[in-house]
């Protein structure tokens, strides 16, 4: 099994551009969820999609700030336009979330350094 | 809401030492409790998690964990650390409505040789 697989590892930008990060979960999963890892704000669930369909984005920051899942193998996580304090390690995660009782572990993708500056 | 805390932000001991960091959780209901652990520049990786049953959980890598419902704790203990354990360990819980994860702040282990 190859894993949770995001791309790219590492971004830099400036502020003001667009910025897409992309994640393949785990074959099989029904759930993906986005997550962003700062010094001061440690890990923070973003948004996350059950079978494609955005289940909860109420962690997602601002309108800048979009996620998408056109199928079951692949979601973006979009900033238009990035500002420096989005500087941080995006996580993507995945869960197969068949088992119905929410026992399931999640599986972490390698992560996306993003640095705008 | 569900919240997990994590005392120590970081754990120090020698090589060969036990190692425990520790775990409180907040959450309404009966938890699901789990431990990951992040190497520089890498991901979260699994290491354990409590479901039901025996309170004292194995996991990867030789480390275990036991649920204290009273103490409403979830300690990350090995009984002999390596080198290689310097990492930093997350806890978090979930409660039984839905998939969505809360993390502690994370804890440092340093192990010295």
């Known amino acids: 099994d190859a894993g949770v697989i995001q791309s790219p590892r590492h971004e830099v930008t400036e502020m003001g551009q667009e910025v897409t990060l992309r994640c393949k979960p785990i074959s099989g999963h029904d759930y993906l969820f986005w997550y962003r890892q700062t010094m001061m704000r440690g890990l923070e669930l973003l948004i996350y999609?059950?079978?494609?369909?955005?289940?909860?984005d109420s962690g997602m920051p601002e309108d800048r700030f979009s996620a998408k899942m056109p199928n079951a193998s692949f979601s973006t996580l979009k900033i238009q336009p990035s500002e420096p304090r989005d500087s941080a390690v995006y996580f993507c995660a995945s869960t197969k979330g068949t088992s119905g009782a929410l026992t399931d572990t999640q599986y972490f993708g390698p992560g996306t350094r993003l640095t705008v500056l | 809401a569900q919240s997990v805390a994590q005392p120590e932000d970081q754990v120090n001991v020698a090589e060969g030492n036990p190692l425990t960091v520790k775990c409180t959780y907040s959450?309404?209901?009966?938890?699901?409790l789990f431990w990951y652990v992040q190497y520089p520049n890498r991901g979260l990786q699994f290491l354990l998690k409590y479901i039901t049953g025996d309170n004292l959980v194995k996991g990867s890598y030789g480390f275990e964990a036991e649920f204290n419902k009273s103490q409403t704790s979830f300690h990350l203990k090995k009984p002999s650390a390596l080198v290689s354990d310097s990492a930093l360990y997350f806890c978090?819980?979930?409660?039984?409505?839905?998939?969505?994860?809360?993390f502690g702040a994370g804890t440092t282990v340093t192990v010295r040789a």
């Open positions: 959450v309404s209901g009966n938890p699901y």
């Open positions: 978090a819980v979930r409660d039984r409505s839905d998939y969505k994860l809360s």
């Open positions: 999609f059950n079978n494609n369909v955005p289940i909860d």
